[in-house]
């Protein structure tokens, strides 16, 4: 089973599995990786590290980060050449769901890091109101 590792600024990935966890219950192979404002980028690279090695069966680990571009992905991409991790920047609740079970379904973790992309664009919708549209 693909290992999946929520990495983000503050405590958004830890709150983002629990919330996950109160929604579905308990999600096996699911860890967060916290950056404390005060943490060096040397620290919290071991963290990640440590989870990644606690994370991986051999299958791999899918790393969702915050944002593109920020300490967590950097620290993520990291990982490339050492690990099979695969990394996905810009995380939703609704994907952090998904991939409690797509991963039973799709072992390959490339595959299921292509799916979880496509699936969060597709799960982002506009909810326009239905009683200013016909006031128009």
Request: negative net charge.
């Amino acid at each position: 089973m693909v290992g999946i590792l929520i990495a983000s600024h503050g405590r958004l990935g830890e709150e983002m599995v629990r919330t996950a966890e109160f929604i579905y219950g308990e999600i096996p192979r699911m860890k967060a990786a916290n950056l404390s404002p005060n943490e060096s980028v040397n620290s919290y690279r071991e963290k990640i590290k440590m989870l990644v090695e606690e994370l991986d069966e051999g299958d791999g680990v899918l790393i969702l980060t915050d944002i593109f571009g920020g300490t967590p992905f950097n620290i993520a991409i990291t990982f490339f050449n050492d690990r099979k991790v695969e990394v996905v920047a810009g995380f939703t609740l609704a994907m952090i769901l998904k991939l409690a079970t797509v991963r039973n379904e799709i072992q390959n973790i490339s595959d299921i890091a292509k799916f979880i992309v496509e699936y969060g664009r597709k799960k982002i919708y506009y909810a326009e109101n239905p009683i200013q549209q016909k006031e128009q």
